[in-house]
């Protein structure tokens, strides 16, 4: 395809926009200073949305795609980050996915709203100067800093421009469109690698019947290390693992590295990855409380037994086993196990129902694999995500909360050696004087003394009463698929610096979730099996998310929580379908020295191939690097959208 040039000449249009959605291609400039335009911080999912001086370059190019505004220099949608409906939240852009709710948007009377919440688009603090961040803010009318202007722009193909062209544009006439593979939507709200970054993505598992022992077991993983690798994968079973200094060993003394998967989707649900689509402004990860304001708590809880038993089953951990992984993480909600009048969910013996936690560690165990349980969705996330970490009476009783099924957790699975550790919290926001891992700690402890218990969002050395302590990043800045310099200098800045200082301060590293793909990614799992960390990648299965998944569901196994009826959703989740390998598949399976083989319950589904399901239709992707073309808002006359 021919690099895109944008020729045009500078607007001067009225400060307020009218009520029409802006159409064509557009800059977006704050009314109070329209010299500046709306522009991605870099190339990268997670990018910010920033001001900066309205330049001849493509980046300040937006289109209206339905209820979408996509950055013509990244092929990427504007986002909110985490799908936090919090004032202060800030802009970014992610890969465009039609059933995304955090990409809706609205623009009237000059404000950019997040459909379903009364969110605009907002100047941070205030400031209408070069660099400031657009955050949102709930809308006011008569705010000035949420007040945009729409410049038109007109979009000419270099070759017909009647420009001198460049040698990049010589060869108009050869150069053939391609379509591109977009990455993903919004994915939760977290902790990477980066202290810029603050966004995230989350997993879970799938039941079955089957007996539970929790006793000692004397088999030892025979999962073979990568060859890049130093150290020994898997382990001795007959106990727990512990942490040497920066090490992990089995009873017997033997260097651990575990390298896997998440179970994504399974126990948590996240909207975007799952096939759920929630128009009813729930946030991504909380479609339960669609269906349960819909159909009851009790038809609820019906369509999630389905969902389990169909979504992860026996012949999953098989091919998990194949690819050569010895851990599976494996998220999980406090809806899993608790009402939402506070009261446990029991089983026949009046005990609390683990039985699902208790089916997916008994299957991974019978192969030699590992499980790091996690806590991912804690009671109040869903109306403040960062409340649990806030020094306050509110964030002390989500704490509490927490600490109470943690302890439960611990005390049930005591004895278990196919149990790694505990992964105490997913990403959560920084935590004064870390009173929140503190908190944890000591939960965890009051159910199991022994466990190792792993850590994220901290880095300062363990209190001198921790025992068996890990630390965790998770790393989302290396999704680019076009700039693998870039994509080694975030691991540098991120993996690498982080296990520096987890190292410093005596703790050995897991890097609990990351996506990459193909060069980026095999590069990356060889830097990290030569340093000997723990990994996990994300996720296993998806539905129709290409490398987001190691396997995918077919396009068809989608349901709207929000109009479909309850039984059409529970006809789709008893019939899911077969699963399809993905093209990463292959990369992990090298680095993890797996024999490749793979299983399923049902034949695959015939589908047309697909770049990605982020787009409902193929965009062209430049073939320069984003920000190759140049481009100036066109003169109107005072013409408004």
Known sequence: MSTIAFLSALALLPLFASAAAPSGTFSISPASNPNLCVIPSNSNDGSRLTIHDCDDSDSIVWTMKGDQLVNSATDKCGDISDSGKWSGNLVQV??????????????????????????????????AQAGTQVQIWSCY???????????????????????????????????????????????????????????????????SAGDYNSTDSNSTSTSAAAPTSTYSAGGDMSGYLQTKGTRVVD???????????????????????????????????FPQTTLTKRFGEDKTYELLNVWYDNWLVSSDFDNIANMGFNVVRLPFSYKNFIRSDGSYINDANGNVDFSRLEWAIAEAKKRNIYVIPTYHIWDGQEEKYSAISEDTWEGQQQRNKAGELWTKIAAHFVGENAIAGYDAINEPTGS?????????????????????IIMESISAAPDSDWTNVM?????????????????????????????????????????????????????????MNQMGVWWSGWAYKTVNMDRWGLYN????????????????????????????????????????????????????????????????????RRSSPAHGGRSRRMAHAGKAF
């Open 94 to 127: 992610w890969g465009c996915y039609g059933d995304n709710a955090n990409q809706r948007f609205t623009v009237n009377n000059g404000q950019i709203k997040w459909n379903g919440n009364n969110m605009c688009w907002d100047l941070k603090d205030g400031r």
């Open 251 to 285: 009873p017997s003394g033997n260097d651990v590295v575990l390298r896997g998967t998440n179970l994504g989707g399974w126990l948590v649900w996240e909207d975007w990855m799952c096939g759920i689509t929630d128009n009813s402004g729930t946030h991504d990860r």
């Open 141 to 207: 009318d008569h705010n000035a800093n949420q007040q945009w202007t729409f410049d038109e722009v007109d979009e000419v193909d270099d070759c017909d421009s009647g420009n001198t062209p460049t040698p990049e544009e010589e060869d108009c006439d050869d150069e053939e469109s391609s379509t591109s593979t977009i990455a993903s939507a919004t994915i939760g709200g977290g902790l990477w690698a980066s202290a810029t970054a603050d966004w995230s993505a989350s997993a879970t598992a799938s039941p």
């Open 471 to 527: 630390y965790s990043m998770h790393e989302y800045l290396m999704m680019g698929e076009s700039d693998q310099g870039y994509n080694q200098q975030m691991f540098e800045q991120g993996v690498r610096e982080d296990t520096n200082t987890y190292s410093g301060v005596g703790v050995p590293t897991y890097i609990g979730e990351f996506m990459a793909s193909d060069g980026t990614l095999s590069w990356m799992l060889d830097q």
């Open 553 to 620: 569901y077919g396009g068809n196994m989608r349901v709207d929580v929000s109009a479909d009826s309850f039984d059409s959703i529970k006809s789709t989740w008893s019939n899911m379908g077969g699963i399809s390998k993905s093209r990463v598949v292959d990369i992990y399976t090298a680095a993890a020295g797996g024999k490749g083989s793979w299983k399923r319950d049902t034949p695959v589904q015939k589908r047309d191939a697909v770049a990605s399901p982020r787009v409902e239709q193929p965009r062209l």
């Open 432 to 452: 004064a004087n870390n009173n929140l891992q503190r908190d944890l700690y000591k939960a965890i402890r009051a159910g199991d003394s022994k466990r190792i």
